[in-house]
């Protein structure tokens, strides 16, 4: 049956860890908090501090300003 046989030549990695991915950084965030903005019916450029705030919020699943920033490698760049 051809295509039947494994092919080595192309050996399968492992995925990175699903934590790998989801890690939030600050760039996320800025991304959640345009489309925040946008959801809103402002343009992207257009956000809100509480647009920030839902974003850091959301992206951290902290509530405290000290463990969001911590979770995200310190203060935003």
């Given at each position: 049956?051809?295509?039947?046989r494994l ?12 934590s ?18 946008a ?19 959301e ?19």
């Amino acid at each position: 049956m051809p295509g039947a046989r494994l092919s080595l030549m192309h050996p399968v990695r492992a995925a990175p860890r699903s934590s790998e991915f989801l890690k939030p950084n600050w760039d996320s965030v800025y991304d959640r908090t345009r489309q925040l903005a946008a959801n809103a019916g402002r343009r992207s450029f257009e956000v809100t501090q509480l647009d920030y705030e839902q974003a850091k919020q959301e992206m951290t699943g902290a509530a405290d300003l000290d463990e969001q920033h911590a979770i995200l490698g310190g203060d935003s760049p």
